[in-house]
């Protein structure tokens, strides 16, 4: 199954394809004319229909995952407002340090301190939220097992996967069957563009994770979402998450009810495709609306706040203008932090080493642990703490062995603090002029920058957390090893891999689990081709040329197509198939089912 | 090397390291056929790479005292997927080989993504600053990246730290029976005291082809006799096609120098004699430091 970006892209790739046609069959070629128009003149059913399998998964979905990407979002905006805060603080502590003969520089100095005192409090209180948050991601139950693993039967099977691997084909055909308007007709295009989509879509997610959706739901999720970023970063007819949403949105800003015709029109569908007494309930489509709104939108929200600016190059000379005595720094020396739940030194001793080519251990979820929010918050209550208490000893010229201690001591290695109330450090303007020609003045400005720093690592690293979780896309990062290994097809040997043992502990990596038989070949793209494969012509496998084949049937009234599984579980073009056994015996009894069956 | 031709410790599962790896690279194109781009990881840097022309320092058209844009790119081959921030710190100095105090010309921070797949790298913003009118005209360019996690050495060591990088080419004009004078000054990088080895002789061939292009000559097949001279104009090496000169110095001391330069013959016009200048520790063995020249003739 192919993510947003993708189901968008084989809509406008099919649109191109559908127009350029040439049909000798006067009614095909009307309803050519037809499914143009109504294209043309109503876009957001079209692209709606083209999102119907997303639609359907989030209507039968517990809502786990959108909640989790709501926390993400609000966590995420709270950090980007936190750092943008620090900006502002460091900005004015050093201007007036920088100024310190300035009218006003001693009062918005300590207005400054009381602020920043403040700031480590509002993040030592997100911290928390971020634990909690973090380790219900890592449970992956946003990724939960496919029914078929379990071996349940269908009337088990939950609408979003159900929907993916029975009368596919029937769906798309009684989406037209129902069609009696522009609108509703538009909506089916879009659908029938889905279902090639995610046929054609579906074989190269599945050659690149090196295995099917419901045997490597993890690699799957990242493939996908690196998929989707690829193509909009690479294709014209990708569009933004949020320009998606709104043309989706039917109506004014903010509704998100779901037009009842097009309600009527997938419902109908539905009915007349299944047997609903041998089903699930149907799913509430609305819901399943709101929440695919909700979900573009939430999407979008994880852009990174602006880079830290450097501190003034006044107070960057002092700093760094001896190469032999560089600034200290309070962040841990020659050791990785990151994988230490609530500070405190973890992982990874020594001098670095470059990283692999290939995913390692650096891509794996356990490095995900934590985004080092703890040590920014000890950091910087150490760090005002200190600088407050010696400022009136640095004032008189003297020497505060509280500052010396801080530095030579391992910050990083404590526990986060609680809260603590602000303190005035009520400096005078002659305090102020003292202090700031000393060289802890360029030191703190410095270290407030190096914290600054680390709070804008940490908010990239938590941003990479949740796309490695597969919860958002990796948007820019798809271009490193992690996400770029899907993003050519691999040369295999032997396809497709069964599950492996510990998932959470090996997903970045490709599989070397046994092959489940019967085996099958791989889908037929050529080693290294990109995402574009199963779009652009000439491929073996088009997204458009499988829709367009769909589309031509129903045009032309003819009835000879299969149900293609949309999962391409099992291979490109499988048909919708059945298990005589249990699918954790070797092999599978693969029954290939008929069209009506279910 | 492991059996997937990786470093050791890398491609198989075992404490992840996600810290920055941070160089300012020399080069983009593999230097032999199974080689890499710059990792970082080949310091000492190999001897076909011009330690004292690094291409990822990029500057104006410098002039005392008036303002120079420098911009200078650099590469994180780090593990991990998320990006860190990188402090870029330029300095600049006169004609050196082997920098102890270099000045302070400007800093910037830049966001460094890993990149262990190809050879990209990030440019820092332009950084403006303006060197002293008294200045000599012709200065040598330094830079350092560092991270709190991948820290920069405190020894200037563009050969042997991947965090340094220097741009130290300078030129003269050179004519028969009108020998020039190259300022040269010779600094102890280290926080000791140690013997030197400071050695002055024409370039071999491929870095003579580098140092051509950067003017946009040809290497001149001709020769020129060098010779040292203290500041009073002293004599202090043997001259010859190279000349060499063993000597001490203390902690970040430097010594100034000029290196007499003599041609038997007019270099033609659209082509150059490089120059270079390289201290050794007292084996020999080790290069601390390296300086190039380009001798031009009257007409360029």
């Not at chain 1, 979002?73 to 603080?89: E, N, P, S, V, Y």
């Not at chain 1, 709104?246 to 997938?266: C, M, N, W």
């Not at chain 1, 510990?502 to 793209?525: G, K, L, N, R």
Request: with cysteine; charged share 20%; hydrophobic share 40%.
């Amino acid at each position: 199954m192919l993510d947003y970006h993708g189901d968008c892209v084989a809509l406008g790739t099919f649109v191109d394809t559908l127009g350029a046609a040439s049909f000798p069959d006067p009614a095909v070629a009307a309803a050519q004319r037809e499914a143009m128009e109504a294209v043309g003149r109503e876009p957001g059913p079209a692209l709606l229909g083209a999102f119907v399998q997303q639609l359907l998964c989030h209507a039968a979905a517990d809502g786990w995952e959108l909640a989790l990407l709501r926390r993400a979002a609000d966590l995420w905006r709270r950090g980007q407002t936190l750092c943008d805060q620090l900006g502002a603080i460091r900005a004015d502590l050093e201007g007036a340090m920088e100024h310190p003969a300035d009218p006003g520089s001693a009062e918005r100095f300590n207005t400054a301190a009381l602020r920043a005192q403040e700031f480590a409090n509002e993040m030592a209180g997100i911290r928390a939220e971020i634990d909690e948050l973090r380790a219900d991601a890592l449970t992956f139950r946003h990724l939960p097992r496919h029914p078929r693993q379990a071996d349940l039967g269908t009337d088990a099977w939950d609408w979003g996967n159900l929907q993916l691997a029975r009368r596919t084909d029937a769906f798309v055909r009684a989406l037209f069957q129902a069609a009696g308007d522009a609108r509703s007709l538009s909506f089916a295009v879009g659908a029938a563009c889905a279902y090639g989509a995610n046929v054609a879509g579906s074989a190269y997610l599945g050659h690149t994770v090196g295995g099917l959706r419901r045997t490597h739901r993890h690699r799957d999720r990242l493939a996908r979402n690196t998929v989707g970023s690829w193509l909009a970063a690479h294709h014209p007819k990708a569009l933004p998450l949020t320009a998606m949403a709104d043309q989706v949105r039917f109506g004014q800003a903010g509704t998100t009810e779901l037009p009842t015709d097009l309600a009527g029109l997938i419902g109908t569908a539905l009915v007349n495709t299944f047997d609903t007494t041998r089903t699930a309930p149907l799913p509430d489509l609305g819901l399943g609306y709101q929440r695919l709104l909700e979900h573009l939108e939430l999407l979008d929200a994880f852009r990174l706040p602006a880079e830290p600016p450097p501190p003034g190059q006044v107070w960057m000379n002092t700093l760094w203008s001896d190469p032999g005595a560089p600034p200290p720094s309070l962040r841990p020396q020659d050791v990785d932090v990151v994988g230490q739940d609530g500070g405190g030194v973890a992982v990874q001793y020594g001098p670095g080493e470059p990283g692999s080519h290939k995913p390692d251990g650096s891509d794996g979820s356990k490095t995900a642990k934590g985004c080092g929010i703890g040590i920014v918050v000890i950091i910087l209550f150490d760090l005002l703490q200190a600088f407050i208490q010696c400022i009136g000893q640095w004032a008189n010229h003297h020497t505060c062995t509280f500052w010396k201690n801080m530095l030579l001591s391992k910050v990083f290695e404590k526990d986060p603090p609680d809260p603590r109330d602000p303190t005035n450090p009520g400096v005078t303007q002659d305090q102020l002029t003292a202090i700031a020609a000393t060289p802890q003045a360029a030191e703190f400005v410095g270290l407030l920058s190096d914290s600054h720093g680390q709070a804008w690592e940490a908010m990239s690293r938590a941003r990479t957390f949740l796309a490695s979780t597969g919860l958002v896309y990796p948007a820019d990062l798809a271009g490193l090893p992690l996400f770029e290994q899907f993003t050519a097809v691999p040369a295999v040997d032997g396809w497709p891999h069964r599950e492996v043992a510990d998932p959470e502990a090996s997903y970045h990596s490709y599989p070397v689990s046994p092959i489940e038989h019967p085996a099958t070949e791989p889908p037929p793209f050529p080693t290294g081709a990109n995402p574009e494969v199963f779009l652009e012509g000439g491929s073996p496998l088009q997204a458009a040329t499988v829709t367009l084949g769909l589309w031509g049937q129903i045009a032309a009234n003819e009835h000879s197509s299969r149900n293609l599984d949309l999962d391409a579980d099992r291979g490109f073009g499988h048909p919708c198939w059945t298990a005589g056994n249990s699918v954790q015996t070797d092999p599978i009894d693969v029954s290939v089912l008929d069209y009506d069956d279910q | 090397m492991n059996e997937e031709g990786q470093p050791d410790g890398q491609g198989h599962e075992g404490p992840p390291d996600t810290r920055p790896y941070l160089c300012i690279p020399y080069w983009t194109t593999p230097l032999s056929p199974n080689g890499s781009w710059d990792t970082g990881q080949q310091r000492p840097l190999p001897g076909t790479v011009v330690s004292y022309l690094c291409d990822s320092i990029q500057a104006s058209p410098y002039q005392p005292g008036q303002p120079l844009d420098v911009e200078v790119s650099v590469r994180n081959s780090g593990g991990g997927n998320s990006a860190s921030l990188a402090t870029v710190v330029v300095y600049w100095a006169d004609p050196t080989v082997g920098f102890a105090k270099p000045n302070f010309f400007a800093a910037s921070v830049v966001a460094v993504k890993p990149s262990r797949t190809a050879p990209a790298s990030t440019t820092t913003p332009t950084m403006t600053a303006t060197v002293p009118a008294s200045a000599p005209p012709h200065i040598c360019l330094l830079a350092a990246v560092s991270h709190p996690q991948d820290r920069a050495g405190t020894v200037c060591d563009p050969i042997g730290d991947r965090h340094w990088a220097q741009r130290n080419l300078q030129a003269a004009t050179v004519a028969p029976g009108a020998p020039a004078l190259v300022p040269l000054t010779v600094a102890n990088p280290f926080a000791e005291e140690a013997p030197f080895l400071v050695r002055v002789g024409p370039a071999e061939l491929r870095h003579a082809e580098r140092v051509a292009q950067e003017f946009g000559t040809e290497p001149a097949d001709a020769a020129a006799t060098v010779r040292l001279l203290d500041m009073d104009g002293a004599q202090v090496s043997e001259d010859g096609r190279a000349t060499q000169l063993l000597l001490s110095l203390g902690p970040r001391e430097s010594v100034r120098f000029q290196l007499l330069v003599d041609v038997a013959s007019e270099l033609p016009a659209g082509q150059s004699l490089a120059l270079e200048a390289t201290l050794l520790d007292r084996s020999g063995e080790r290069v601390i430091g390296s300086l190039g020249a380009a001798l031009l003739g009257p007409d360029q």
